[in-house]
Each structure stands twice: as C-alpha cells, then as structure tokens.
C-alpha cells in the first residue's frame, strides 16, 4: 500500500479535510501542518447511503468550517495553487463559497458557486489584488450531484483551468488570473462562507476540500476522480 506522503497526488499538500471523525466539533487535516478546523453553526455529520463514506451537511444559512488565520498562512497562495472538493449543491440565490481564504478586491483568493442567469451553474475562481480582482468561471456545474471541483492556477501563464470530474472545463468568463496580494494573519481559511462569516452560505454536502501550492496537472486530476469516483457511484 502507497503511504499518504509517498502518494504523488499528496506531494506538497497544504491543506487535506477528509472529514474521517464523524462525530464532534472539529475535523483534522491530514496534510503535513495538521490544522484543525472548527465546525461552526455547526455542520451536520452526515454518511453517503451507496458507500458509507462520512460527508458533512451545509444548511447553506449559519454553517461553516473555519481555521484561524495564525494557523492558515501556509494557505496564502501568491503563485502556483490547485483548489479541490467533492460537491453535492443545493442552489440558492447568491454565491455559495466552498473554500476561501481572502477579503474581496484586498487580497487572497475564493473558489465559489453561483448559478448565473446567462450560462447556469458555474464554478468561479477569484483571486484579489487590492483594489480589484482577477476572475474565470466554467459553467455546467449541476444541483444536486456528487460531482469533483477545482482549479489548477498558474502563475507564469496567469491562467486558471477549471475541473469537474477529473476533466478540464471550458472556461465561459473572466480573464487573465492576477497573483493574489497576500492577506497575511489576519484571514481565515474558510469552508463553505465567504470572509466576515456573514454571507454567500454554502448549501449541500461536501467532502474532503483540499489544496496545493502548486499546478495539479490534467493527468493527476483525472487520477483523483478515478481513485474517488467509487465513494459516489460517479
């Protein structure tokens, strides 16, 4: 069996939530730092029927996952930076944020969903430059699926390329993709609520976000979903 480190999609990995406790108030990161993320409002622990494997429930209204932002900065991606998470969404009006560390238009950077009036369900990258922000979005991102989601940003070619399923998605907005300006200690890491812990409320079920200080490439993210697709009946 490959250990977790010697496992090359795990290479440099900064932040691995697989929500393995199934019970409680906080939930452990694998990655090297080992941060611990409070369960606030809280989620619910909840299990897929098909495999048993343990998720958490998003009211999409007061819930939320948070690590302090003295604990986080290893998350303040500048340069190179992969996002990822399994997603069940329940679509309501507004953004819903899965994963962000940021303050808009001021520095950081927010993967989040919105179901935009033109092209549907998209999955959107923002990354803050203080005033502003560089944005792209893929769309096709549907409600009520299981479904793997991410970005992969390169900072040579400031581009972002967009992820569902292990497949590379046709990005239908946005442009060039701006390094972030780093927050520092201030921001948390922040699963499923945009900063301030007021706003753009996740809704669904979630499991294992994740990211990396680096590019994951197509190939690792079509490994990822082979390796997982199993727990979802995907």
């Given at each position: 069996?490959?250990?977790?480190?010697?496992?090359?999609?795990?290479?440099?990995?900064?932040?691995?939530?697989?929500?393995?406790?199934?019970?409680?108030?906080i939930t452990h990161d694998e990655a090297k730092l080992h941060h611990i993320a409070a369960l606030t409002g809280p989620p619910t622990w909840d299990k897929i029927a098909l495999s048993g494997l343990g998720v958490l429930a998003f009211d999409?209204?007061?819930?939320?996952?948070?690590?302090?932002?003295?604990?986080?900065q290893d998350l303040d991606f500048i340069g190179d930076f992969s996002l990822a998470a399994w997603i069940y969404p329940i679509y309501a009006a507004g953004a819903m944020v899965i994963i962000c560390r940021n303050t808009t238009d001021v520095c950081g950077w927010c993967m989040f969903l919105f179901d935009n009036p033109t092209y549907g369900p998209i999955l959107s990258l923002r990354t803050n430059q203080g005033p502003g922000h560089s944005e792209c979005w893929g769309a096709n991102f549907p409600d009520s699926e299981w479904q793997l989601v991410g970005y992969s940003r390169d900072s040579v070619l400031t581009t972002a390329i967009c992820y569902r399923n292990g497949q590379p998605v046709t990005t239908v907005g946005g442009g060039v993709m701006l390094d972030p300006t780093a927050c520092g200690a201030a921001n948390k890491l922040l699963v499923g609520v945009q900063e301030g812990e007021a706003s753009n409320f996740y809704g669904g079920k979630m499991w294992r976000p994740r990211a990396w200080?680096?590019?994951?490439?197509?190939?690792?993210?079509?490994?990822i979903f082979e390796r997982e697709r199993h727990w979802f009946g995907v």
């Open positions: 069996m490959t250990s977790y480190d010697n496992y090359f999609i795990n290479h440099q990995i900064a932040l691995d939530l697989p929500f393995r406790e199934g019970v409680g108030a999409g209204a007061t819930q939320y996952l948070e690590i302090p932002g003295a604990d986080s200080p680096r590019a994951l490439s197509a190939e690792e993210w079509a490994q």
